[in-house]
């Protein structure tokens, strides 16, 4: 199996491969336990001065509940959802940072703060001549949605 430029292999053993797919589950196809998808490690080296430091345990805890149902993308991700509320944390495994999404909006807005709380699609820019409203930069909003896992991998 293939995807975003890397080729999948079955799962080895050895977690720390560059890219595997676990057991996947019959009825859905779905990965059966972690994928790591080297281009998560890739991204997180790049982009992980940007990123605040949050614990992925607080986060899951808090925003996908005691018991989350947990699921795992071919593309190294790793599902914390809670079912509930809509709401899930998006771990990668590789790059050892997540996001919180909100599952029951779309676009870009999906991705919230770290307790759950929207980022604004605009902001109030003061100037000279008066106050407006300007849209959230997309590199700035990355960093307000992105975070650095501070537990370590789980």
């Known amino acids: 199996m293939e995807g975003a430029g890397a080729t999948f292999r079955p799962y080895s053993g050895n977690p720390t491969a560059p890219d595997f797919v676990g057991p996947l589950l019959p009825a859905t196809g779905a990965p059966a336990g972690p994928v790591i ?3 998560g490690a890739a991204r997180a080296a ?3 001065a940007f990123q605040q430091g949050v ?3 607080d986060t899951v805890s808090s925003i996908a509940g005691d018991n989350p149902v947990v699921s795992y993308t071919v593309s190294g991700k ?3 959802a809670n079912p509930s509320t809509g709401m899930q944390v998006v771990y990668d495994n590789a790059g050892n940072y997540f996001r919180i999404e ?3 909006v779309t676009g870009p807005l999906r991705y919230t703060d770290q307790f759950g ?3 604004p699609a605009n902001v109030p820019l003061v100037k000279p001549s008066g106050t407006t409203q300007t849209g ?3 590199d700035v909003r990355n960093a307000l949605t992105h975070f650095t896992n501070t537990d370590g991998k789980p």
Do not use: H, Q, R
Request: proline residues 10%; positive net charge.
């Open 136 to 138: 959230v930069p997309s």
């Open 55 to 57: 614990s992925l345990n």
């Open 37 to 39: 998808n080297a281009a």
């Open 46 to 48: 790049k982009y992980n």
């Open 102 to 104: 909100n599952t029951n």
């Open 78 to 80: 790793t599902l914390y």
């Open 117 to 119: 709380n929207p980022i």
